[in-house]
């Protein structure tokens, strides 16, 4: 996937009030399948199985013994009674490995099906109406799946996304993504790259691999306790359930000129922090991101300053998702 | 990326770093050139030095942003800030649609106009970007 097609801030843009796509064919998927599937994912994610029901999508983490985060990903119930979930590139090898190597105590077996898929998501207030005029049979609901034909081809549409907006994940051989694409194209869906896929996710405040989420970072702090059930007793929740982490990831804006970029140190009147994301928030149009920060300095709201090199800016922690702004009630 | 077509004007002087000079005897016009810009994507964000500062010939003075990432500007040439684009602070995008005109960074009083001479004209410049 190219950083841009047309422009990261028309792409955005186009996600927001009408429909983008994005080739992410890049991310990679583990397929678990066997009698004791469930279990070995339950004791492998931090979210509790049990819950994903059929035809069902899940987000989680998967952590070490320690509770550092191994991946974040999307975990979904096939027809067919088996698993896919979909990894992040970098991690990809990592996990599978991981999760691979965890199976042996159970009569479950974990492929590697990256080469298998293509992914497309489709995302944005026109998305599923397009999807739609090009697909034979209902889409499914928010974090629901269906597996019908779009263009012709047998695809797992997965009504999930990265972007805070509708939409839905496109999953098929990568032999049909290129017609997929193209029907899209048609519909008036215009492609979309990773500059505007970061700053999407980015004001929807949600994390990103590598940038707010870590092996040094567990997932209390990050803010992800709540897809974290300890009670199921997967790797890592002993260590979170002792943890009392000193700092949390919170969503913060600029008040004055300038763009934070991860990395940048923050002052604030309980101590430092860091930031992990930094952009300009094309809707907002000013500097926003998300940084690590003392947990008395988290409440919306707080003055905080972030040393962009060497050039201090005035920012204030924020609601999420930074976008669409949280209305008062 | 950008829309506007490849071009280098003959009039003026250009650095390695993809900088451009405009001479008006002492004074000159600093900006990033068409090859810079397009690099770069699309501005979001020009923070100008004061007016008053010294820019040092090779130094970065001065940073341009796009969405992804941040890049230092080198000045072609020493001296003095005596103007700044007031323009770009509220239309940064115009460093794209228009690098050698409403685009331009910084104006200065020459120091040494002998570092000149050390200046690309505009074909030593082009057959930089071919090599």
Redesign the interface.
């Known amino acids: 996937m190219p950083?841009?097609y047309q422009?990261?801030?028309a792409e955005h843009e186009c996600v927001r009030t009408k429909a983008g796509m994005f080739d992410v064919s890049h991310m990679g998927e583990v397929r678990t399948s066997g009698p004791q599937a469930e279990e070995l994912l339950q004791h492998l994610l931090s979210n509790d199985l049990a819950k994903l029901t059929d035809d069902g999508a899940q987000y989680s983490v998967l952590c070490n013994e320690e509770g550092g985060v191994l991946d974040d990903l999307f975990t979904y119930r096939l027809p067919d009674g088996a698993f896919l979930t979909v990894t992040n590139a970098s991690n990809h090898q990592r996990d599978y490995e991981w999760m691979a190597g965890h199976a042996g105590d159970f009569e479950a077996e974990v492929q590697d099906v990256a080469p298998k898929y293509a992914m497309l998501a489709v995302q944005g207030p026109l998305a599923r109406g397009a999807v739609e005029d090009v697909a034979d049979g209902a889409l499914p609901e928010r974090m629901r799946t269906a597996t019908i034909p779009v263009a012709g081809q047998e695809t797992l549409v997965c009504g999930t996304g990265y972007t805070g907006e509708d939409g839905v994940e496109l999953l098929m051989a990568p032999a049909h993504a290129p017609a997929v694409w193209d029907a899209l194209l048609a519909q008036g869906v215009k492609p979309a790259g990773l500059?505007a896929r970061?700053?999407l996710r980015l004001e929807a405040c949600f994390h990103l691999y590598g940038n707010d989420l870590s092996l040094q970072r567990n997932p209390i702090e990050a803010g992800l306790g709540w897809i974290c059930k300890l009670d199921t007793q997967f790797i890592g929740s002993d260590a979170l359930r002792d943890a009392e982490p000193e700092q949390t990831l919170v969503p913060f804006v600029f008040t004055g000129?300038?763009?934070p970029?991860q990395g940048n140190p923050v002052s604030t009147p309980q101590g430092a922090g860091e930031v992990t994301s930094g952009?300009?928030s094309?809707c907002l149009n000013t500097?926003a991101g998300l940084a690590y920060l003392p947990k008395g300095a988290a409440e919306p709201g707080t003055e905080i300053e972030v040393d962009v090199?060497g050039?201090p800016r005035a920012a204030v922690v924020a609601q999420r998702p930074l976008y669409p702004p949280k209305k008062e009630s | 990326m950008s829309d506007v077509p490849e071009s280098y004007p003959e009039d003026l002087k250009y650095h390695p770093e993809h900088d451009w000079a405009r001479i008006e005897g002492d004074e000159a016009t600093f900006g990033i050139t068409w090859y810079a810009q397009d690099a770069l994507g699309e501005v979001v964000f020009y923070d100008p030095p004061e007016v008053g500062a010294t820019v040092s010939k090779d130094q970065a003075y001065t940073e341009v942003e796009s969405v992804k990432a941040v890049s230092d500007v080198f000045a072609p040439l020493s001296g003095e800030v005596t103007a700044v684009n007031d323009k770009l602070g509220d239309s940064p995008e115009l460093i794209n649609s228009d690098p050698y005109g409403d685009g331009w960074l910084v104006k200065v009083k020459l120091s040494d106009t002998a570092e000149l001479e050390s200046l690309l004209e505009v074909g030593a410049y082009k057959e930089l970007l071919s090599s």
């Open positions: 950083v841009q422009g990261v801030r500059g970061d700053t000129p300038g763009i970029r952009t300009l094309p500097g090199r050039k």
